[in-house]
């Protein structure tokens, strides 16, 4: 994961962390019952696929290795119109 999000992280800016979230769903694809509740951020990364849950912690955890604050906060969606 580290290695995944180090060019991303190199000058963290939001058009670097879209663009990590883009690729991470690239290397990750969406794919229904790929984990459970219990699957971890590594084990998600290293099966290659996983649900929003997944998407989420691997992006969370990857910031946060970096020391960047980040959180998930449940039922908030931005909308920047």
Not at 49 to 71: K, W, Y
Not at 73 to 80: A, H, N, P, Q, W
């Amino acid at each position: 994961m580290r290695a995944f999000a180090a060019p991303y992280l190199k000058d963290p800016t939001h058009d670097s962390l879209k663009a990590m979230a883009t690729e991470l769903l690239t290397k990750m694809p969406y794919i229904k019952d790929a984990t459970h509740v219990g699957t971890t951020a590594a084990e998600a990364f290293d099966i290659g696929a996983g649900v929003c849950q997944d998407h989420t912690h691997v992006f969370l955890g990857c910031l946060r290795d970096q020391h960047i604050p980040a959180r998930y906060v449940s039922g908030y969606l931005y909308d920047d119109t």
